[in-house]
């Protein structure tokens, strides 16, 4: 799974690629092609800059990027995330794009709180987090996600709660401490009303 492999060239309208340094099985390729395409759909339909495009891109293919790398690997190159390699491998991937030379904060913002959601994120953290969720290989309730992922380029403020709605129900369920990050994520995407005057 770890074998490295002849670099893999992307199709033109899903580039850059993935990082030399990468370390995925072939599933999670695949995953994140799906997720490149859903995200490049969204800049199509969003008339969105090729620069900005650009960026959506590069955090797709890195947020993965390590995601199959050894534990050991992932500790040495996150040490300071606690937790599993589910909340673990963004903040590796982070680490080596920025050692890498990528200098785009809400790039490497997007990548290394991916799994966790960030309430200062900029839209390349919000599509990222929303495509990965919302890309089509993913097999429960395909329907619900089908129909969230073509609203997004419409409602993507609302597309994001309904999506945070359901990433952090399934945090929760993992029994594991919600992150500093998630809740101030959260309580950003559903401040309190605004107290009714006296
Ligand atoms: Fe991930
Ligand atoms: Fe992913």
């Avoid at 800049?43 to 995601?67: F, K, Q, T």
């Avoid at 491998?89 to 982070?94: I, L, N, R, T, V």
């Avoid at 309730?141 to 997004?152: H, S, V, W």
Wanted: hydrophobic share 40%.
């Amino acid at each position: 799974m770890t074998d490295p492999r002849p670099p893999r060239r992307s199709a033109p309208e899903l580039r850059p690629t993935l990082p030399s340094w990468a370390v995925v099985s072939d599933a999670r390729l695949r995953h994140v092609e799906r997720v490149a395409g859903l995200v490049s759909q969204w800049a199509e339909e969003m008339g969105v800059p090729d620069s900005e495009r650009n960026r959506w891109l590069r955090a797709v293919w890195l947020h993965d990027a390590v995601r199959d790398a050894p534990e050991e690997d992932l500790r040495r190159w996150a040490p300071s995330v606690e937790g599993p390699v589910d909340l673990r491998h963004g903040a590796a991937s982070a680490a080596l794009a920025k050692t890498s030379g990528e200098t785009d904060r809400g790039v490497l913002d997007a990548v290394r709180y991916h799994s966790l959601g960030l309430a200062e994120w900029d839209m390349v953290g919000r599509v990222l987090y929303c495509a990965d969720y919302l890309e089509p290989g993913r097999t429960q309730e395909q329907a619900q996600r089908a129909g969230l992922a073509a609203r997004f380029s419409r409602d993507p403020t609302g597309v994001l709660r309904e999506v945070a709605r359901a990433r952090v129900a399934r945090l929760i369920a993992s029994g594991w401490p919600l992150p500093e990050p998630t809740v101030r994520f959260w309580n950003s995407l559903f401040p309190r009303p605004a107290a009714e005057p006296a």
